[in-house]
């Protein structure tokens, strides 16, 4: 037994050594943010990170939280290609779980581990500044585009990691929720895995880390591709391998490569433990993809 803890912990050295004092920015979603056990188990991992020198930076989502909360005040969620539509109403709402609610959870629950968790919003310090976001769809060339208005949904148009630097720079662990600002005040609703990107790639992160209910991109066979780089990522898309949720997810890895980050992971967060065995062990759990 103890020799068996002894080559765990001799397996992940050199990845310790690898990754102190870099930034990795984890977006966390998913199952993982609804079951106890793995809800501990991802606090425990990301003050582990901080005590070995890495700096990590947590951005969240809460979809399932929100639809639980406008469901017990009789607001009808309405989704138009996979986003949620985000009227005023709706708006007040996605503020309140996912500055309130879900961020203060995760923080009290790093907290609880021996971390120094500080929940953020993208209002504080002008930490993301938004632009509302418009969807055009085509259904075929011999139609003109359709276009769609999702409500305050928002692109990011800027991040500024001044708040992140300060706060990492001291020993906090940063939790931001997806909630961005515009020119004009306004609150944008905006989703996490891009907010996760835009992040990585100001902080020129060595990491992303997108916890999902996936197990990572899967080959034809429906088998785990480990590792694979952008140009192959590209190419499944262009085929129909990669279809649905998968696509966003990668084309987020793809944006925060383009934009200076060393790999980007895609892991299931429904394995305990999800980020440590992948980050610290020489097979890892899901995928990475990378730029040759």
């Known amino acids: 037994m103890n020799n068996s803890v002894a080559d765990i912990l001799i397996e992940a050295l050199p990845y310790i050594k690898r990754f102190s004092g870099k930034t ?17 188990d991802f606090a425990n991992d990301i003050t582990l ?18 639809n639980k909360v406008l ?15 985000t009227d005023n109403e709706t708006m007040d709402v996605v503020e309140m ?19 120094k968790a500080v929940g953020l919003t993208g209002k504080d310090g002008m930490l993301i500044t938004a632009e509302k976001m418009t969807i055009y769809h085509q259904e075929d060339e011999t139609k003109p ?44 609703n905006i989703n996490a895995d891009l907010v996760a990107s835009k992040v990585a790639a100001a902080l020129n992160a060595e990491r992303l880390i997108l916890v999902t209910d996936v197990d990572g991109v899967l080959d034809m066979d429906k088998k785990l591709i480990s590792s694979v780089n952008s140009a192959i990522i590209k190419d499944m898309i262009g085929s129909g391998q990669i279809i649905g949720g998968m696509i966003p997810k990668v084309n987020c890895a793809l ?30 759990i899901g995928t990475q993809v990378f730029v040759d």
Not at 24 to 40: F, S
Not at 71 to 85: A, E, H, V
Not at 97 to 115: E, H, P, Y
């Open 49 to 66: 990170l901080r005590y070995i020198g890495v700096n990590p930076v947590v951005v969240h989502g809460g979809g399932p939280q929100i």
């Open 24 to 40: 990795i920015v984890v977006k966390y979603g998913g199952h993982a943010m609804a079951d106890e056990t793995l809800k501990k």
């Open 71 to 85: 469901d017990s005040m009789g607001i009808t969620s309405k989704f138009i290609r996979g986003m949620r539509y």
């Open 97 to 115: 779980v996912l500055g309130g609610k879900v961020n203060k959870d995760i923080v009290a629950r790093i907290n609880c581990q021996g971390g």
């Open 145 to 188: 585009p359709e276009i769609i208005d999702p409500g305050m949904v928002g692109n990011v148009s800027n991040i500024n990691p001044d708040i992140i630097h300060t706060l990492t720079g001291n020993g906090f662990i940063p939790v931001i929720a997806p909630v961005g600002i515009g020119k004009n005040g306004e609150t944008y």
């Open 255 to 284: 944006d925060a490569l383009t934009n200076g980050v060393k790999k980007v992971h895609i892991i299931n967060g429904k394995v305990s433990h999800a980020v440590l065995l992948e980050l610290f062990t020489d097979s890892g």
